[in-house]
């Protein structure tokens, strides 16, 4: 936060409700639902509904309609399946000897979401319950395509609505003809240049997300995510850094992801830059992203067609026609690729946990085979 910057626990005060953080009336039926359940858990304390602002190592900062609170949320005290994500919906229980427990998590209509880095398959939800996905790059550098559509990917498979934003639109002559330029890297999603230095299209952006909803911003560090933050909540909210000028490469002057609430209403979840975003089980996302192969793919004579040496391939045959550019092609074979490859690493897991959980039974079973044995020597004894 910047010198001065009002903390996220004063920021609660711009949602003075619950409506007014995205809380519906379905939202009330689930509290209702689950918190007989959670009565019957044996837990003290009343139960308080809020959404998730932040996400720390073990506490979460929570805003319930007007104020914040600091809720254990580790899965070891709290007994959640889901690891809690920035814009959940929960009940937290005010426990009157271990203070705030988040005891429930609500069922998550979107999730922005990537493979968590590392070996194993695993999620990773960077944003929870959102209407609007902000895909931004920066106009004071090179586009980017391949991080785009891969960005475009992950987008289209939260079930949120993308947006490409292109920021510093003050940085080149024609920021429109740049944009335009998307058009088929981007099929059937607007694509906004936008400058915060003269307020470019500001107000085209603030009509494509009515008061009320979540926008969550996608990015790498240093294309003006906080900033942007900053411009819309009329003050410092985030702290900004400075961009190299040798490679445009930013700070990472984020480093939560953090519930934002606006002066007027809407909601941003800003997130850390990230570089490189892996797919996570995003097969629909993947053919919304790139709609013209998934429309001619239905023509191919095999409909388990990969597009690559087929015979009666219609894809390859509109490559050849020049309808759809071998660029675009090469990198949809690489992300199906990814996310093939994906699938049989779940796969595999679930394999072996079956695998180690059926040992597990046959060890407790045979450990009670003989202690059966030794009580009916006894009894005929």
């Known amino acids: 936060m910047a010198s001065g910057a009002p903390a996220l626990d004063d920021l609660a005060q711009l949602t003075p409700t619950l409506a007014s953080l995205g809380w519906t009336e379905r939202l009330d039926r689930w509290a209702e639902e689950v918190g007989p359940a959670l009565a019957d858990g044996g837990g003290e304390g009343p139960l308080v509904k809020g959404r998730l602002a932040r ?13 914040a609170l600091l809720a254990a949320s580790g899965t070891g005290r709290t007994g959640l399946g889901d690891a809690p994500a920035t814009g959940d919906f929960v009940l937290v229980r005010l426990d009157p000897r271990d203070g705030p427990i988040l005891v429930a998590l609500a069922e998550r209509t979107t999730a922005l979401c990537r493979r968590a880095p590392g070996r194993l398959p695993e999620p990773q939800v960077l944003a929870a319950n959102i209407d609007v996905v902000l895909v931004m790059h920066g106009l ?12 475009l990917v992950v987008a289209w498979q939260s079930g949120a609505r993308p947006v490409v934003v292109l920021t510093k639109a003050d940085a080149v002559d024609d920021p429109e003809a740049a944009a335009a ?11 906004l240049p936008l400058s915060v230095v003269t307020d470019h299209n500001l107000e085209r952006l603030r009509d494509l997300v009515p008061p009320g909803n ?3 911003l996608l990015g790498v560090s240093g294309i003006g995510k906080s900033t942007l933050v900053n411009r819309l909540s009329n003050g410092q909210v985030q702290r900004t850094g400075e961009v190299r000028a040798g490679d ?3 700070r990472h002057t ?8 606006l002066p007027d209403g809407r909601l941003m979840i800003d997130t850390p830059g990230v570089r490189e975003i892996g797919l996570w089980q995003a097969h629909d996302g993947l053919a919304k992203a790139f709609p013209e192969i998934d429309r001619v793919g239905t023509e191919c004579r095999f409909a ?25 092609l090469e990198h949809y074979r690489d992300l199906l690729v990814e996310l093939v490859i994906q699938d049989d690493q779940i796969e595999d897991r679930a394999r072996r946990t079956e695998a180690r959980a059926r ?12 202690n059966r044995r030794s009580r009916d020597r006894s009894r005929r004894k």
């Not at 004071?140 to 960005?151: T, Y």
């Not at 330029?181 to 694509?191: H, I, M, P, Q, S």
């Not at 040992?359 to 003989?370: G, H, K, M, N, T």
């Open 55 to 67: 996400v720390n190592r073990g506490f979460s900062l929570v805003f319930t309609g007007g104020d």
């Open 140 to 151: 004071d550098r090179e586009l980017n395509l391949r991080r785009l559509e891969r960005q």
């Open 181 to 191: 330029e998307l058009t088929e890297v981007a099929e059937g999603v607007e694509v």
């Open 214 to 216: 979540t926008m969550a």
């Open 248 to 250: 445009h490469k930013g």
């Open 254 to 261: 984020t480093v939560t992801r953090d519930l934002i609430p």
């Open 304 to 328: 388990d067609c990969e597009h690559q040496q087929e015979p009666g391939c219609a894809v390859r045959a509109a490559v050849a026609r020049g309808l759809i550019p071998l660029r675009r």
């Open 359 to 370: 040992a597990e039974a046959e060890d407790v079973r045979d450990q009670v085979r003989p």
